[in-house]
């Protein structure tokens, strides 16, 4: 039972490079989802895909853009990484659109120097 | 917009102590809420929603949680901590379009053998 799967786990970049977080869901569920998490701040969404083909904002999508490549990954890409986007970074899908349910990745810890 | 708010950051009990960790939202119409855990290291897991119905909502793990719109509150509460328990806690409402997750700062959870 794999459910949510993201990668890398640990990632350290310099300012203004670049990467893509992966995920990955094997529960054939529609709606899929990014968050950041910051101490004391909870987690906030940055995109989500309600459906395979449409992707849409959340709360800080700047400086952040995502594929969904199929029904089962929807990736986030970095293209010019900022301090400020050191964060944890979780993947999570749902079955329907009215994510009554997340099922979360166990996350990125991403550092950007 | 919609907001939550949890004001204990840090809660520590003793093992066996009863619990309440406090969820205060802000929404227009009814909400949808949720508690959340996290454990060290792990994605969120859900333990509990309320959508209407029973003001009074049992979860997984032995955790319940009242609505109570005078209050505009959501608190989760538990009869009896065991040491597993020891995790961050998040309180989240569903927006109107239903597509939107609000958590809270998040409450962590310590416990005392």
């Known amino acids: 039972n794999a459910g949510v799967t993201q990668t890398p786990k640990f990632q350290v970049l310099k300012t203004g490079q670049s990467m893509t977080l992966q995920c990955a869901q094997d529960m054939n569920h529609n709606s899929m989802y990014w968050y950041r998490q910051d101490p004391g701040m909870g987690l906030r969404l940055i995109y989500y895909?309600?459906?395979?083909?449409?992707?849409d904002k959340g709360e800080v999508p700047n400086g952040y853009n995502v594929s969904r490549l199929n029904k089962r990954e929807f990736s986030l890409r970095l293209e010019s990484a900022a301090p400020s986007q050191t964060s944890v970074y979780f993947c999570a899908s749902s079955e329907r659109t009215t994510n009554e349910k997340l099922f979360f990745g166990s996350g990125t810890q991403l550092s950007v120097l | 917009a919609q907001s939550v708010t949890q004001p204990d950051i840090h809660i520590t009990v003793s093992e066996g102590a009863s619990l309440e960790l406090r969820c205060n939202y802000s929404y227009g119409a009814t909400p949808y809420l949720f508690w959340y855990v996290q454990s060290p290291g792990q994605g969120l897991q859900l333990l509990l929603k309320y959508f209407s119905g029973d003001t009074l909502v049992q979860g997984i793990k032995g955790f319940e949680a009242e609505f109570k719109r005078s209050q505009s509150s959501f608190n989760l509460r538990k009869p009896s901590v065991h040491w597993s328990d020891a995790a961050e806690y998040f309180c989240a409402v569903l927006n109107n379009a239903g597509n939107m997750l609000t958590f809270g700062g998040g409450t962590r959870l310590m416990v005392k053998p």
């Open positions: 895909s309600a459906s395979e083909g449409t992707t």
